[in-house]
């Protein structure tokens, strides 16, 4: 972590700027979990300097998180994470560069993980780049102990509304070129049987439930053995 200043405390759009103080200077109770299910968290702290991520990783495990590794950033960190199975990633750099950037985003599409970083940069340039590449809260300037539940907590919730919509648009793109492909198929069979549109969806329906498929996938095998019989290959020429 970094020293902290006061009034640059910096996070976030997510996570409202507060004053704070160095866990590295302050001899204050550590804060216990307030929740058992704190105690089974587990955090990889990602980190070059190999002190800071000690104390780091002091601060997790006194705040009843458990700490599974700590490694530096110029590992590739979607293998250690693989190998290490942390649920929350805590990055503490002085400033991400591109390199750093582009492990968030390769943790981000290989091994989609709530992730932290702190940093000493607070512009906004910096930030917003942050949260572009996956980041799930950012923070300037050092962190409280009193603020690292909030803060990993907050982080985990802005990962998973981010999955949610994620999975939520992946459903819809589902649903929207299944309804294609049973437009498609049902042209087919009206067309070629002389069907009307309603009858032509019941024997879809009909075709699927016989053969205990999803009608868009019977869909598919309509329209593929419609252009299989309107394209014959030489052997059947």
């Not at 190999?50 to 002091?58: E, G, I, K, M, P």
């Not at 539940?149 to 509304?161: C, E, L, N, T």
Request: aromatic share 4%.
């Amino acid at each position: 972590m970094h020293h902290p200043h006061p009034r640059h405390q910096v996070c976030t759009p997510v996570f409202p700027a507060r004053s704070v103080r160095d866990p590295r200077a302050t001899t204050a109770p550590r804060c216990p979990p307030e929740r058992p299910a704190l105690a089974l968290l587990k955090i990889m702290v990602v980190d070059d300097h190999a002190q800071r991520a000690q104390t780091l990783a002091r601060v997790l495990t006194e705040s009843g998180y458990e700490v599974v590794a700590q490694v530096p950033a110029s590992d590739y960190l979607p293998t250690r994470i693989n190998e290490c199975k942390p649920d929350v990633i805590l990055i503490d750099v002085d400033a991400p560069g591109r390199d750093t950037l582009e492990q968030v985003s390769a943790i981000h599409r290989e091994t989609p993980r709530p992730i932290v970083m702190f940093s000493s940069k607070d512009d906004r340039e910096t930030i917003t780049a942050a949260i572009a590449a996956g980041v799930s809260a950012y923070m300037a300037h050092g962190l409280s102990i009193s603020k690292v539940q909030p803060v990993i907590d907050m982080a985990i919730a802005h990962f998973q509304r981010f999955q949610q919509l994620q999975d939520e648009l992946a459903k819809a793109q589902t649903t929207l070129a299944d309804r294609k492909i049973i437009d498609r198929a049902k042209g087919v069979l009206m067309s070629q049987r002389k069907l009307t549109e309603p009858q032509a969806y019941r024997t879809l329906q009909k075709l699927a439930m016989d053969r205990k498929r999803r009608i868009a996938d019977v869909a598919r095998d309509v329209i593929e053995m419609a252009d299989l019989l309107s394209h014959p290959t030489e052997s059947t020429k």
